[in-house]
């Protein structure tokens, strides 16, 4: 079963076809689940989560009401806490429900204190395990984490470009058959090689390192009137 | 002298008041940076860069000659090369302009690969000096950057929260006199505290640590409608 979660960043950031997402993803029985604003957000779209997660503090009264009256499994964070409202869902989806991957919507855009939370969390030793079912999701991008080994990291469809980043110390980081390679770096500090693309007529790039978490950021460009290239 | 840099990051994401901050920085004779698509941006708003730096290559044949016809001041980067763009325009403007500060505009939202390799460029050894003096802006976002001493952080008119982090292994974080205070934490990757506040009453907050370096997000939520609350 793959999980589908809705944070609270803001609408226009999201993919353009959200709706058709998770319509799609109701059918096929994968798993909804709403994280604080982001519960009321799919109520919206006329989609009932089978779990929301949070301190709701955002929230109405009634709004609060209307989740508590239809969504089945609602687990409530304390707001001073050892883990964000982020990391419990992590735990959660991976640990009660044994989903096998999660995509995440509505990280990004709107506060940064927010999205640096959920995009650097993986980092986390007690979540970090997580890393490589996970994805971020949102208009313009797509990001997927790897552990220390060797990957085929295949080609995204409609995503011209991709970055590669260290958000940890970093050992022996090779790209291989990509426009731009890398040969053995290493570094201390979080790095992202940015505006890469896949070499014409290949379909993937090779990916290895020692040591280290990395991110592969999928990435397309939009024009200023907000439809995609 | 200090010095307002646009990047090419999505209009969206622009503070609301973007116009008037560069007509005003232009009439105190500041420094107005075009990085790459950001040259343009400013010639769009009817304000001349007086430096752009970039490889320029997104730009058409006649943007590139526009911006080349009246910009006092043009460098051209390598696209293979040691410092990216935006890095390049901090050792351009700290070196040879001599600028005090510096606000860089245009840096979010859009492509995530473009962002972090923004806001983590100041880990870069090499540029990490100018920290203290740059600041990012966008619509909802004030980004600062702290070294190693102690620090009192001032309230920003506007912003109801804040977040805390720290970029690279930190040695006793201490938030004292704010909402949510933090005694001698260490750690040795990213994480970002977020949704902090300053005490009712006060207009500051302590900060310290001995190694790292911290981002303080000052931050503020909109509404659906993209009005600020």
């Keep these: 079963m793959k ?5 609270g960043g803001p609408e226009t950031e999201w993919p353009h076809n959200i709706n058709q997402i998770f319509k799609q993803a109701k059918k096929e029985n994968n ?8 519960s009321l957000l799919l109520e919206e ?3 009932v989560p089978d779990l929301a997660i949070g301190d709701f503090d955002s929230l109405k009264k009634e709004e609060l009401s209307q989740i508590e009256s239809n969504v089945p499994d ?24 044994h989903v096998d991957n999660l995509v995440v919507l509505g990280a990004s855009g709107g506060r940064l204190d927010h ?8 980092l986390n030793p007690r979540v970090e395990k997580y890393a490589e079912r996970i994805e971020f999701l949102d208009k313009q991008n797509l990001v997927k984490y790897y552990l220390p080994g060797q990957h085929i990291v295949k080609k995204q469809l409609n995503y011209s470009y991709f970055g590669v980043g260290n958000l940890s110390p970093v050992k022996d980081l090779k790209i291989d058959k990509a426009r731009y390679d890398l040969a053995n770096y290493n570094n201390i ?10 070499k014409k007529d290949t379909d993937s790039f090779n990916l290895s390192f020692k040591k280290g978490l990395i991110i592969v950021i999928f990435a397309k460009d939009i024009d200023r009137f907000q439809n995609i290239k």
Tied chains: 1, 2.
């Design 3 to 7: 999980a589908y979660a809705l944070l």
């Design 31 to 38: 798993l909804i689940v709403g994280v604080d604003r982001g």
């Design 45 to 47: 779209m006329h989609i």
């Design 74 to 97: 609602i687990r409530y964070s304390n707001p001073v806490k050892d883990l964000t409202d982020s990391e419990l869902m992590l735990q959660i989806v991976f640990e009660d429900y």
């Design 115 to 122: 999205f640096l939370v959920n995009i650097l969390m993986l």
């Design 189 to 198: 500090y979080p790095r992202i090689f940015s505006s890469n693309e896949f």
